[in-house]
């Protein structure tokens, strides 16, 4: 809390990644600065930490128990790019990546992603500028996912285990409806509605996904609802992007079809995206 005239101080814990992170953070940071000297009216308190790939090669671990206590004191985080393709752990998998340790720690549950095509980007796909705006909200902590660091096999074979549960789904879901009623609607038709992605056709925890989604839909009449199975919404963001406005599905899909998204506005680099808990 500030009054008139003081400076607001924000901390900011700054973990600049491997491979691009540093040269990106530094962009980033080289901006920030700009603004604060600009606005004159806040400072950033910027604590430098390390994680990532380069760590785990030296120390055996991926981020320090005192860098997460810091991340969860600080006012916010700034992470560049992390992980290497050559550093996996003994399962084979990459031991950089950070995701799953902040998003599980920090419960931060859902990854919203607004794919937007701005004016003056020559679109990959026959698309104006207005035309696609929509937000993917992605289900952060369970899921695929969440089988990170438990697979199961031999030589022969391995298991992944997706899991899916009812807490999870239901404040997922009822975020989705909040955002949609946040917004203007779908840019075709002004409609303010969520879709259901998932592949309940074939896998039992996604009709689960559904029938929870269905749920918390009731408790939104003024937010149309509609389903899609995965395979078909890939097909769709590309043909008729302007149709959605908000659309909610498991980590794995979601993961996928955000890519997807950003493909068709320009890029990744076009394609923000936060990641939200309740704080």
């Known amino acids: 809390m500030t009054t008139a005239g003081e400076t607001r101080v924000h901390r900011v814990v700054v973990i600049k990644g491997d491979g691009i992170g540093p040269e ?30 380069a760590l785990y090669q030296r120390e055996g671990f991926n981020l320090a128990p005192a860098t997460l206590e810091a991340i969860k004191e600080a006012d916010a985080t700034m992470k560049g790019p992390v992980g290497l393709p050559e550093v996996r752990f003994a399962d084979g998998t990459e031991a ?15 990854n919203d992603r607004p ?5 003056g980007v020559n679109a990959p796909i026959k698309a104006e500028p207005g035309e696609i705006d929509y937000v993917i909200v992605r289900e952060n902590t369970e899921g695929m996912y969440l089988a990170r660091g438990k697979g199961v096999g031999t030589d022969d074979a391995v298991s992944d285990t997706m899991l ?14 909040e955002v949609a009623l946040g917004r203007q609607g779908a840019p075709a038709d002004g409609v303010r509605r969520v879709t259901c992605v998932d592949k309940s056709n074939v896998l039992a925890s996604m009709a689960f996904f559904r029938r929870v989604f269905d749920e918390i839909a009731a408790e939104y009449p003024a937010v149309e609802k509609e389903y899609l199975y995965s395979d078909a919404a890939a097909q769709a963001l590309v043909q008729r992007p302007g149709h959605f406005d908000v659309l909610v599905m498991e980590n794995f ?27």
């Open 115 to 119: 794919v937007r095509l701005l004016p």
């Open 24 to 53: 990106l953070v530094d962009g980033a940071l080289l901006v920030l600065q700009a603004v604060e000297r600009r606005m004159g009216d806040f400072h950033l308190e910027l604590d430098f930490r390390e994680g990532g790939a």
């Open 96 to 110: 950089g990546v950070l995701g799953g340790v902040l998003r599980i720690q920090l419960d931060t549950y859902s």
């Open 164 to 177: 899916i549960t009812r807490k999870g789904t239901e404040r997922i879901v009822r975020h989705a409806f």
């Open 253 to 279: 899909l979601g993961d996928m079809l955000s890519d997807l998204g950003g493909g068709t506005i320009g890029g990744g680099g076009l394609c923000p995206s936060g990641n939200v808990g309740e704080n």
